[in-house]
């Protein structure tokens, strides 16, 4: 069997499919970010992935963490709001594992996301259950660090989409929608949506298989 | 040293440039202050763009980096993270009322004052009351 893992054109792919679901998915995200934020994560969302997957086809870097950083770069200069530190965060610590590797296994790639999600948390200071994207980073790794077999991993995707989807009772403490206190509840955050899609596409570029869902419908 | 440097990083270009120009009549031209602001001609911040702020700033003096809420702070964390030691040594991102910390301390800079009294001034601001009691 041949192992699961990423090499530079899958990558690419990543990213060029997580720029067209978010740009597919923008209004449903710009309208969850309407009724708890500021309007605008769907928008900055797919500005900053379509920066970042003109500049990774400008630059064609030679390896995965060569690519990583330019994607890290586009989105921290066309994002604008608190997702482009973020997401930016997740590139550079993703870059940092897998610096000089034109290919990468599982293990390495668990591990680069791993750091991600120990950069995320440095950056925001959330906590799980803060009603931020930590709460699919948090229960997604924590399933896949488990689970890294390649059957198993399509499983990762659900889990990812249960804990977006479970954002939606909690009261958020972080960013704007912190200051709407119990308000806050009754909307799915849109960081977790967009990150719950991330790990869905991210896996689907991984080992393929992985079916679409509807989120437009089941979020709003 | 030099005097301190001021980079004022606000979602809005105009807030950033007006405030500028409000604290530059007060502080006089010997206070560097440059906006890293807005994103295009929208509402937004950006790590890079602070970068760039910070290197046009005099290399004998600190960098002081104000900014006005949210995401302007993370951005000016990544954007400490992202710049080479020569320039991160010698910068600090400022907790204080923007507007009020932004003048209280760029007079302070402009007596030729250290970083620590300048940041000093600037914290003090969200003690300072407006109207009296």
Known sequence: MIGVGMNLEQFANFIHDYAQRLEALKDTLNELDNRIGDGDHGTNMARG?????????????????????????????????????????IFMKLGGALKNL???????L??????????????????????????????????????SCDEELLQAVMVARIAA???????????????????SA?????????????????????RGGVETIPWETLVL | MGNASFVIVSHSKK??????QLASQMAGPSVHMVPAAGLGDELGTS?????????T???????????????????????????????????????SPLVEGVIASSVVASMGLSQEEVIAAAEEAYHIRKVAE
């Not at chain 1, 034109?102 to 390495?108: H, K, N, R, S, T």
């Not at chain 1, 680069?112 to 980073?137: C, N, S, Y």
């Not at chain 2, 807030?15 to 500028?20: F, P, R, Y």
């Open chain 2, 57 to 95: 700033c005099p290399e004998d003096g600190a960098i002081l980096l104000f900014f006005d809420l949210g995401s302007a702070y993370m951005n000016c964390q990544m954007a400490l993270e992202l710049s080479p030691p020569a320039i991160r040594d010698r910068s600090w991102i400022v907790d």
């Open chain 2, 15 to 20: 807030l950033a440039d007006g405030l500028i």
């Open chain 1, 49 to 89: 992935f379509h920066t970042a997957q003109q500049q990774l086809q400008a630059k064609s870097p030679e390896d995965l963490g060569a690519a990583c950083n330019v994607v890290a770069m586009a989105l921290l200069g066309s994002v604008g709001g608190a997702s482009g530190p973020l997401y930016g965060t």
């Open chain 1, 110 to 147: 668990i591990e680069g996301l791993q750091a991600a999600k120990t950069g995320i948390i440095e950056r925001g200071k959330a906590q799980f259950g803060d009603k931020t994207m930590l709460d699919v980073w948090e229960p997604t790794l924590e399933y896949v660090t488990a689970h």
């Open chain 1, 186 to 206: 009754g909307t799915c955050d849109p960081g977790s949506v967009s990150s719950g899609l991330f790990f869905e596409v991210l896996i689907s570029a991984w």
């Open chain 2, 47 to 55: 790590a890079t763009d602070i970068v760039s702020a910070m290197e």
């Open chain 1, 102 to 108: 034109a290919q990468a296994d599982i293990e390495q």
């Open chain 1, 165 to 183: 989807l479970e954002t939606r009772d909690r009261v958020a403490k972080k960013g704007r929608a912190a200051y709407l206190g119990p308000r």
